[in-house]
Every structure is written in structure tokens, then in C-alpha cells.
């Protein structure tokens, strides 16, 4: 079978990768949109549930103190503790306190209308209403059998007691009402007396209202429903989930639980202790989403198929170019490393003009390195020349200098002894084998050593100031890294200026705290306008990374070593982390190196 070529792989990847990433896209686009449906439906379930329980709390808060005020009236309270009939229309005297008692309902009663309908009564059948329809049974006490919820309300002991909506038993029209009844505080000798306040059913379905396509069910804690309820209702309704299973674990607060395939925000109430239920069918929740899904499968498919010419258009446009390259890069070795495109210069674009960037940077960095090899070969002969004259016979030249300044000593002459001790400390340090450079103390005392040198011979024509860090006095630094410069002083700088003289050398922590800072200055007469801007374009060449030319290194001469070659010496040995900035006037010059020791 012969194997696709790059063409082909590249645009079957690009389609298997387009085709992933769209199915991912649309999946994760349809999930966060079923996701965002489902989280604002369930929060317009809660501000539903939150203003019906706010206006159920709201209307039994009221009624309940509508009860307590009844239940507390000393008038009430006299009067079922000893009653006397009152349903006796020939009685004046009856009709009277009958109406004194429903005058007294319906101020208590206005203006809001807390109830349609107030009823209180005693089990021997002395009953008080006030109604806002006088439609009424006359022998109510026959009714008492039908009111299941009056032998609950005794039981509580004068706690409020909530009825589930049921046909009045007072009223010949059967109006569909849900009640707040509660037990006077009599004694047990006493015949009870309890209070019922009726609310029409129709309340409930307006404060419902508009529940966005989904289903409302309220019910207490026995699982007796409130809302929605038959007319005609036959034994104990129930919500048609388990609402045991479902009640949420603490009041007041919102619980969402799904049901098959619908949604329930459950609320209960601490006051009231109902339960509010909204239940909301899939179906409705991901309308929207579903709209959208079709929306979306359109869009990615003609997605899809753009992208797949678009991808071959790419990988035929890839593919065309690489070739070229590729061949290009085969031709280049050590020994040819000039890029030949055998006639004009393809236009490239995006990551192939890169490649091509990346080859011709490739082919300068090692044509940068072989230079910088050679070079190195080159300054490593040198040195080595340079260490095999300087090692000559350097023990016979430390016990000569060592007899002289003997004979000195005993002959008095204290200045040429001390010249001689310090020449041979000078010596052994020069003639010190050390490859991978020297503690910066052992270089800062060859450099006093050798100020102090000229201060025997120049006396109080030369003074000098050496000031070191001590936390610096055992960082690595290359060998002659700092006599040079001092020399170089000495030699050119004080020529043609007239004495006193002065050389200083501080050596101190970078401001940042990273690395150290060495400044050299002199008050001679500085650096010709030629010279600084020799020594200035040499430096700046290290600072973008370019070394010094070993030819340079040999003209640029200068107290031995030299300045250049000091400067290209302190580069290499710090890698590149070093800055130098030389500055001169008539009046002397200063010479500051920034070097960061800390770095990699």
C-alpha cells in the first residue's frame, strides 16, 4: 500500500481536528446554553415561590391576629364562658348582643377585609358570624359533623390550625374557601369555643398567577394540598410527586430536585410550615435550547465544510514550499553554509517565512560559533605565549630580588627593601597557575601592591584609595582583570599632566543588589577623542554580544595586556553579563564595570 504523502496526512489531521473541535464546541455550546436555561428558569421558580409565600404569610399573619384579638376580647371571653341563645329572632334583647358582637367582627374586620368570612362558636351550638354574604344555614350546630377540622383545632390547645380549601359548611351557597381556625382558652369545665376565619379559594389562583407554563402545588406538613384543589374533593389530595422524599431538609430556603424528566423548587415555610412546589417539565426549561440547537447544528455544518476546503487550501499551500526547504537544508554542511536557492528567493508567509528565518539564523549562529572557536584558539596561544615568557626562570628572579632586598635591609635603605619584597609578591602572583580565575582580594592586593610601588617612588606626588566590599572578597574573577586599567594611568594618563597624582579603586554591591560594581578613576588627562571612540566601539560590540577581533587584540596593545584585551577578557569570563561605560575629560577619566556575578 503506498503510504499518503504529506499533503494528504496534513489535511486528513486538520480534518480529524476540525471535526473533533466542532463536535467539542457545539457540545459544550449546547450544554452551557441547557445549563444558563435551567439556572434562569429555576430562579424565576424562586421569585415565584418567594412572592406567593411572602402573600400566603402576609394574609395568615393577619388572620391570625385577627384571632388572637377575638380570642382575647374580654366581651368574647364572657360571653362563652357563660352564652346564652341568641338565635331566637323574637328576642330583642338576643338580636342585640347578636348584632353588637357582628358590629364588633366587622370593625375588626375593616378596612382590609381580613377574611370573607368570620365564624365563632361553641360546640353547644351558639354561634357568631359575620359574613360578608348573609346567605347562611339557620341550624348550624347541624352543620358540625361536616367540619372534620374542629376536633384538630381543640386538640391544639389554642394554637392556629390551617384548613386546605373546602365548601364552607355555613353558607347555603357552598363557597370554596381555606380557613385559620383556633380554640378559645377556656376551662375544661367550660364548653369549647373555637374561631374560624374563611378566605376564598379564588385568593390562591391570583396570587399563583402566571407560573411560566410549569405546575404550582402548596401543602402542609401532613401532605394536605392547598393549591391547586377540587371542588368536589373526595378523601386526602396529595402532590403527585413524593413530597416526603422531596420536603426540603431546612425551612426557608430554596430546594431544586429533579422528578423524572421535570424540575422541582420546593420552599417551606417556618411560619406557616407549608410547602411551596413549582414543577417545570424539561420540555419547557429547554425550549429555548432546543430552537438553538437547530440553529447550531446549520452553523457548524456549513462550518465544517468551510473549514475542510479551507484546510486543504492550507495544507496544499504548506506543503509546497517545505520541499524547497527541505532541500536546502540538506545541501548545507561546515563546509558550505551559504544558503543557495538556485535563483530568486521564494516569497514565503506565516510559519514557513519562520522556518525559512529559522535556517538562515541557524546557518549565522554557526558560522558565529566557528568564528568564536577560532578566535578562542587563537587568544588561548597567545595567553599561552604570553605565560611561557612571563615564567622563565621566575625562581631565579625571586631569589634575586630577595638577596637585593637583604642587602637593602642591612645597608639602610628601607625604601629600595620594601621595592624589592613587594616586586617579588608581585612576581609570585604573576607567576600563580590559576585556570579558573582568582578570589577578587587576591587581585585587589596585587593592585596595592603595585600602587604602592609608584607611592615609594613618587612620595607625595601619588596618592591612591583602594575601597572593597568585604562580601566580595572571595567572588572569581579572570586574572589582571583590574592592573590594567590602573596602569594604563600611569602610562598615559599622568604623561603631561603635572603632579600631585591620584588613583582610586572601589569595588561595591550593584544598587539592585544584583552583582557588583567596580569603578576606576584618575585625575589624569584622559582618553584622546580617537582613543575614546575606539575604546567605546569595542565595548559597545560586546554589549550586543559581538567579541573583538583577535587581530584587534594585538594592536590594541596597551601596559601589557592591555586595555581591550582586559575588557574582552571580562566579558568572556562573565558570559556577556557585564556592561562598561568609560568616561573622559581634561580633567581625568573613570572607567565604571557593571557585572552581574549572580547570573547563570
Not at 172 to 195: C, G, M, Q, Y
Not at 254 to 259: F, L, M, Y
Amino acid at each position: 500500500m503506498k503510504q499518503l504523502g504529506i499533503h494528504y496526512r496534513i489535511f486528513l489531521s486538520f480534518t480529524a481536528i476540525i471535526l473533533f473541535m466542532v463536535g467539542l464546541l457545539s457540545y459544550f455550546n449546547y450544554k452551557q446554553a441547557a445549563d444558563l436555561a435551567l439556572k434562569r428558569s429555576l430562579e424565576s421558580s424562586h421569585q415565584i415561590l418567594y412572592r406567593l409565600n411572602q402573600s400566603m404569610e402576609e394574609t395568615i399573619k393577619t388572620m391570625d391576629r385577627f384571632s388572637a384579638q377575638v380570642i382575647f376580647n374580654p366581651q368574647f371571653q364572657q360571653y362563652f364562658n357563660d352564652p346564652v341563645p341568641l338565635n331566637d329572632s323574637s328576642d330583642y334583647q338576643a338580636f342585640e348582643i347578636r348584632r353588637g358582637f357582628e358590629n364588633t367582627l366587622a370593625a375588626m374586620n375593616s378596612p382590609n377585609l381580613v377574611a370573607r368570612q368570620v365564624n365563632v362558636f361553641n360546640l353547644q351550638g351558639d354561634f357568631i358570624s359575620y359574613s360578608l354574604s348573609s346567605n347562611g344555614y339557620t341550624d348550624r350546630k347541624a352543620r358540625y359533623p361536616m367540619a372534620d377540622w374542629i376536633q384538630p383545632t381543640l386538640q391544639l390547645a389554642g394554637e392556629k390550625m390551617l384548613v386546605p380549601p373546602h365548601r364552607s359548611e355555613w353558607d347555603i351557597d357552598d363557597h370554596f374557601v381555606f380557613s385559620l381556625t383556633r380554640a378559645f382558652p377556656v376551662p375544661k369545665n367550660e364548653s369549647p369555643a373555637l374561631i374560624e376565619l374563611q378566605q376564598p379559594y379564588s385568593l390562591l389562583e391570583k396570587w399563583v398567577g402566571d407560573t411560566l407554563g410549569g405546575h404550582v402545588y402548596i401543602y402542609d406538613s401532613a401532605g394536605r394540598l392547598f393549591y391547586p384543589a377540587q371542588e368536589d374533593r373526595k378523601g386526602l389530595q396529595e402532590p403527585p410527586y413524593d413530597w416526603k422524599r422531596f420536603t426540603p431538609s431546612l425551612a426557608d430556603q430554596i430546594a431544586d430536585v429533579q422528578w423524572g424528566s421535570s424540575f422541582i423548587s420546593l420552599y417551606q415555610s417556618s411560619y406557616s410550615n407549608l410547602t411551596y412546589g413549582l414543577v417545570l417539565p424539561e420540555a419547557i426549561v429547554l425550549q429555548p435550547v432546543k430552537r438553538l440547537r437547530a440553529t447550531s447544528l446549520s452553523v457548524a455544518s456549513l462550518t465544517f465544510v468551510l473549514a475542510l476546503l479551507l484546510s486543504y487550501w492550507v495544507s496544499a499551500t504548506i506543503t509546497r514550499p517545505i520541499k524547497k526547504v527541505q532541500r536546502v537544508i540538506r545541501s548545507l554542511d561546515f563546509s558550505n553554509l551559504n544558503v543557495s536557492w538556485g535563483g530568486s528567493q521564494p516569497k514565503f508567509s506565516g510559519e514557513m517565512r519562520e522556518l525559512l528565518e529559522a535556517v538562515v539564523h541557524m546557518k549565522d549562529r554557526l558560522n558565529h560559533s566557528l568564528n568564536r572557536l577560532v578566535e578562542s584558539q587563537q587568544r588561548e596561544a597567545m595567553a599561552q605565549f604570553q605565560s611561557m615568557q612571563a615564567q622563565m626562570n621566575p625562581h631565579f628572579l625571586y631569589n634575586t630580588l630577595s638577596s637585593i632586598g637583604y642587602l637593602a635591609e642591612e645597608d639602610g635603605a628601607e625604601r629600595l627593601s620594601q621595592m624589592c619584597y613587594k616586586l617579588t609578591g608581585m612576581m609570585r602572583y604573576v607567576g600563580l597557575p590559576v585556570s579558573e580565575g582568582v578570589a577578587l582580594k587576591q587581585e585587589a592586593d596585587y593592585i596595592v601592591s603595585y600602587l604602592e610601588l609608584l607611592k615609594l617612588r613618587y612620595e607625595d606626588d601619588f596618592a591612591f584609595e583602594i575601597r572593597l566590599d568585604p562580601a566580595l572578597e572571595q567572588i572569581p574573577v579572570p586574572k589582571f582583570s583590574l592592573q590594567p586599567f590602573v596602569e594604563n594611568a600611569y602610562k598615559h594618563g599622568f604623561q603631561f599632566v603635572q603632579p600631585p597624582w591620584r588613583t582610586s579603586v572601589e569595588i561595591k554591591k550593584a544598587d539592585n543588589g544584583a552583582g557588583m560594581v567596580i569603578r576606576i578613576q584618575d585625575n589624569g588627562c584622559g582618553f584622546s577623542p580617537q582613543a575614546l571612540e575606539e575604546v567605546r566601539r569595542i565595548t559597545d560590540d560586546l554589549h550586543v554580544g559581538t567579541p573583538v577581533n583577535p587581530d584587534e587584540l594585538l594592536m590594541q596593545a596597551m601596559g601589557g595586556l592591555g586595555l581591550v584585551n582586559t575588557f574582552h577578557r571580562i566579558w568572556l569570563f562573565w558570559n556577556g553579563r557585564v556592561r562598561f561605560r568609560i568616561d573622559s575629560t581634561s580633567e581625568g577619566s573613570e572607567i565604571t564595570i557593571l557585572i552581574d556575578h549572580t547570573g547563570g
